[in-house]
Structure formats: C-alpha cells, structure tokens
C-alpha cells in the first residue's frame, strides 16, 4: 500500500509541476489528511507511514527541482504551515512556536518538520501552486487569483485531490493587452 502511495504520489507532483508550470524559487503549499489517504474520515486516524511514503514520492522531486514546500497543518494548530527557514527569512515571514505531531498539526506536518534542513512554523504564506489531498482547505494559503489544475489522477489511495495555480491579476479593460506567459 505505501509504496503505491509513494508512486501516485511522484506521478501526480510531476504532472502538477509541469501543469503549474512552477520555477526554481516557487512555493507549493500541500494540504494532507492521511486518515483519508487510508479510507478513514479526515482527522480520525492520522498516518504516519502514509505521510512518509507520500513525501518520499514527491520531496525529492520538488528538493531537485529547487522547489519549495509548505506543509499545511490541520485546523488543531490553526492550519499553521512547516516551511523552511531560508523561506521564512527571505520574505521576512514571521516564525510561530509550535511543533506539529500526527494529531495535532498531522502526519504531513510532522514528517516535513523531521525531515526539512531547517524547518520553522509560520501562520501565513502566499503559495504559487497548492494541492489538497483529502479536503484539507489550503486555499487560505494561495495568491489571489487561483486557477483550478485537472491532472490525469484524481486521488491518492482514497483521498480526492483538488490541484491550483496561480497567476498574476487581470487590470485594465476591454482595450487592455495581457502577458500571455503569465495566464
């Protein structure tokens, strides 16, 4: 089981990469409910083995690519999020206090804050892309004009997953030209 988990995992964050058309330098908000990777009610029966066996599927990838992540926590810690200090620091995030553990920030969380370089806990991001597997609600954590993604997968084990990009405003008027690049 972990190991499909782990190979839907690298298959979607590969597709969603390249849908999203993210950069070296962006940031990927992920929002995880293992307990619905595994069939069970979101919050009922956090994972860690899930949670393990999905990040193996996509940290790597996202690490090589010099894509950021930031791990989503569960409404227990305020849908705080794990993100790396260099991050934090270069957008001048400010850092909360507080380690996320399986039941109270999530097994998605917590497996990012033991495995990140130099992880920290912030409050607040604006992301580039996200992904919300099981129904997490991470769109608080998106720029403004998010843009749906359909990739060719819907789920991960049992939890549906809902994809978005963002892109830049439209101003201006019926005479205005837009940026194709940036649509």
Do not use: W
Not at 108 to 124: D, G, H, I, S
Request: with cysteine; net charge neutral; glycine share 8%.
């Amino acid at each position: 089981m972990y190991e499909n988990i782990k190979e839907e995992s690298n298959q979607i964050f590969t597709e969603l990469i390249e849908k999203a058309n993210l950069k070296k330098g962006d940031l990927l908000v992920i929002g995880c409910s293992t307990s619905e990777i595994i069939g069970s009610k979101i919050g009922s029966d956090s994972q860690i083995d899930a949670a393990k066996a999905l990040f193996d599927g996509f940290y790597p990838l996202l690490k090589e690519k010099g894509i950021y992540v930031a791990a989503q926590c569960c409404e227990h810690l305020g849908r705080a999020l794990c993100i790396e200090r260099e991050y934090a620091e270069k957008f001048l995030i400010p850092i909360v206090n507080v380690i996320p553990q399986p039941k109270a920030g999530g097994s998605l969380a917590t497996t990012a804050y033991k495995t990140f370089e130099n992880p920290v806990m912030v409050e607040y991001i604006k992301a580039d892309a996200g992904i919300d597997i099981g129904g997490t609600l991470i769109g608080m954590h998106l720029k403004e004009v998010a843009v749906p993604l359909r990739l060719s997968v819907s789920k991960i084990g049992s939890a549906n997953i809902i994809c978005a990009r963002t892109r830049p405003k439209f101003v201006g008027g019926e005479r205005a030209v837009y940026d194709k690049d940036l649509i």
